[in-house]
């Protein structure tokens, strides 16, 4: 069974600032991890993912997350906030294609001016 | 490309109807996922459906049944509604190869 939790349901940051979203997931399985992204009144989009390989992984708009087996975490980072990453993210574990595929309850980014 | 598509996208019941959401994909995509979203909560599987013929439960399925009509096809049917269940409903499905799941936009659903 996969869990995820999130610390901290709203995080808010400066413009121009490092934005830092937690998240620590419990897997049976080697897990695959994943941040989603979602924009008021829209679906979720994939920000990135970890399945095997490179600990360190790089997705779209400049977001970065490592996976740290030992503290089994995968936070999310992005070294300088800018007011369109206003949003809702989720970070998911799953054990695999086609299996069970869990959210964490999800961390609102406010950027402020 | 339409992705994948959910209808309706609003819907008012009252406590004891039933309905159907359907989902649909076109992208080929063997697995499928029904989530419902309430705030301070995130997504929650309902049900999901790891191939064409096969279902399975997810963390919150009471109340709910699905039907993988095909590949590209998977349905999520209320059999008689509570206030409960008042949530904005998204289908999803999975690319093979990537585990990226692709949504749908949304269902939203009030049960009075």
């Known amino acids: 069974a996969q869990s995820v939790t999130q610390l901290g349901s709203h995080v808010s940051v400066s413009e121009g600032a490092l934005v830092l979203l937690r998240c620590n997931y419990s897997s049976s399985v080697p897990p695959y991890l994943f941040w989603y992204v979602q924009y008021p009144n829209q679906g979720l989009q994939l920000l990135l993912k970890?399945?095997?390989?490179?600990?360190l992984v790089k997705g779209i708009n400049g977001f970065e997350a490592e996976f740290k087996k030992s503290e089994t975490s995968f936070h999310l980072t992005k070294p300088s906030a800018h007011m369109s990453d206003a949003a809702e993210y989720f970070c998911a574990v799953s054990g695999g294609w086609g299996q069970n595929f869990v959210f964490g309850p999800g961390t609102r980014l406010s950027v402020l001016p | 490309n339409a992705g994948v598509t959910q209808t309706p996208k609003f819907q008012v019941l009252k406590t004891g109807q039933s309905m159907t959401l359907q989902c649909a994909q076109d992208?080929?995509?063997?697995?499928m996922y029904w989530y419902r979203q309430d705030p301070g909560m995130g997504l929650r599987l309902i049900y999901y459906s790891a191939s064409e013929g096969t279902t399975d439960k997810g963390e919150v399925p009471n109340g709910y049944n699905v039907s993988r009509l095909n590949k590209r096809e998977f349905s999520l049917r209320l059999e008689s509604a509570a206030p409960s269940q008042t949530s904005v409903y998204f289908c999803?499905?999975?690319?093979?190869?990537?585990?990226?799941?692709?949504f749908g936009e949304g269902s939203r659903l009030t049960v009075l």
């Open positions: 992208m080929n995509h063997n697995s």
């Open positions: 970890y399945t095997t390989g490179a600990t």
């Open positions: 999803a499905s999975m690319a093979q190869g990537t585990g990226e799941l692709f």
